[in-house]
């Protein structure tokens, strides 16, 4: 398995703000994802982050809302732009070394208050 | 209907006794499922993988899976309190990894 370092790991914003979370691995992976979990609730995708080229969003999210970078195989980047309260929650970093269906391994996530 | 869908909980079980997590899904392409153990506060860890029917072991954890029921299950033995977190089901749907809604598991000395 690998070592995820997410940053900051948690934060308290002002509404309007934007943050960026920044997640570093210790190996190259092939496939990073950025995931948002509201208090109480499961795991939902936000995006694929792909390397080199503009990230993947899932239903219901959007690039200017959750611009993502990947400059290379072991780093990648999610901004939460222009916040509102709705915007608190954890925000959690995910790998997977191949593409064929294999598990996903997490950081320790960044949990986030927007007043 | 969801895709993967789990008994929200919570579930209570006395220490040394057998824990028994269950998750069903609803597409029939889905190839691989995941259990994933989550403390509180704390990311999501994972515990099993399992890819083919029958049953895989690890310790004290045996996961089982049925394709044509399309079901999924999680068993624990001999339970600790240090078992007790939200239990996380995850399939492949559309090669997509999908979670459920989780199972809160409490481990009673």
């Known amino acids: 398995s690998a070592v995820i370092s997410q940053k900051p790991s948690r934060d308290i914003c002002q509404r309007g703000t934007s943050l960026t979370i920044q997640c570093q691995v210790d190996?190259?992976?092939?496939?990073m994802f950025w995931y948002r979990q509201q208090p109480g609730q499961s795991l939902t995708l936000i995006a694929t982050a792909n390397q080199g080229s503009e990230a993947t969003y899932e239903s219901g999210f959007v690039i200017d809302k959750f611009p993502i970078s990947r400059p290379n195989l072991t780093f990648s980047t999610l901004t939460v732009s222009n916040m509102s309260p709705e915007d608190s929650s954890i925000y959690l970093c995910?790998?997977?070394?191949?593409?064929?269906?294999?598990?996903?391994?997490f950081g320790d996530g960044t949990r986030l208050s927007i007043l | 209907q969801k895709e993967v869908e789990q008994n929200s909980g919570p579930l209570s079980v006395p220490e040394g006794a057998i824990a028994s997590l269950n998750c069903t899904y609803s597409d029939r392409g889905s190839q691989s499922f995941f259990w994933y153990r989550q403390y509180s506060g704390k990311s999501p860890e994972l515990i099993m993988s399992i890819y083919s029917n029958g049953d895989k072991e690890d310790g004290r954890f045996t996961a089982q899976l049925n394709k044509a029921s399309q079901y999924v299950s999680l068993l624990i033995r001999d339970s600790q309190p240090s078992d007790s977190a939200t239990y996380l089901c995850a399939g492949t749907p559309l090669e997509k990894l999908t979670f459920g809604t989780g199972t809160r598991l409490t481990i009673i000395p």
């Open positions: 190996s190259q992976v092939t496939m």
């Open positions: 995910s790998v997977a070394f191949s593409t064929d269906n294999q598990p996903q391994h």
